[in-house]
């Protein structure tokens, strides 16, 4: 399957004659593809705009086109196609019925999580944040921040196979101390909803 998109998108580009960030006239709709059927790694999309524009605009690139897709894919599932979509999908998320839970609990923290550890597939990601009490601009920026950290650690994991010679320890420092900051961030917000709901019980 992969190698059919590589060759499809490669006859693309010399057709159309796209260069440059155009690619994602190509990597947008295969993104929404791969977040509402999933039938490839959303990996394939991020090589894809690594061997045609380098690392860091590779994975910029491939952030975009995973944001747009996850976003659309939620609004499609809550507003338009919810039944479609809770009928088409009900068993594959009673499979992930603990981590439809953290959802629940944990909001916009789980969704990061989910999107930077693969553990289920984007698109499951998507229709569990739609069906969630996740709203909707909550799950916007946990979105965009969960597609930045997924990319960010496959760029890492990728890039030396495609560039060997490239210096990585820039993109590898940088990603540390943004994970830190999620850190920092997630236990600082526990601990303030620790103090609200025990306010509210006292």
């Given at each position: ?22 690619i ?13 059927i ?6 394939t ?30 609004l ?32 916009v ?94």
């Amino acid at each position: 399957m992969n190698e059919w998109i590589e060759q499809i998108t490669g006859w693309l580009l010399a057709v159309t004659g796209i260069e440059g960030f155009g690619i994602l006239l190509i990597t947008i709709p295969l993104a929404l593809l791969q977040g509402t059927i999933g039938f490839f790694p959303f990996a394939t999309i991020v090589m894809l705009n690594i061997s045609v524009l380098g690392v860091m605009n590779g994975l910029l690139a491939s952030w975009i086109a995973g944001s747009v897709a996850g976003m659309a894919v939620y609004l499609l599932c809550k507003f338009m196609f919810a039944d479609w979509f809770n009928r088409r999908w009900l068993s594959k998320l009673q499979k992930y019925e603990r981590w439809q839970q953290s959802l629940n609990r944990y909001g916009v923290w789980a969704v990061i999580f989910l999107r930077t550890v693969p553990i289920m597939p984007n698109n499951l990601i998507s229709f569990m944040s739609a069906v969630s009490n996740l709203k909707t601009h909550s799950y916007t920026w946990s979105n965009i921040v969960g597609n930045l950290s997924s990319i960010w650690l496959f760029g890492i994991l990728s890039a030396s196979i495609i560039f060997p010679g490239e210096d990585l320890r820039l993109l590898i420092l940088s990603y540390v101390l943004f994970l830190l900051m999620l850190l920092v961030l997630f236990f600082v917000r526990q601990r303030s909803m620790m103090k609200k709901d025990g306010g509210m019980t006292a």
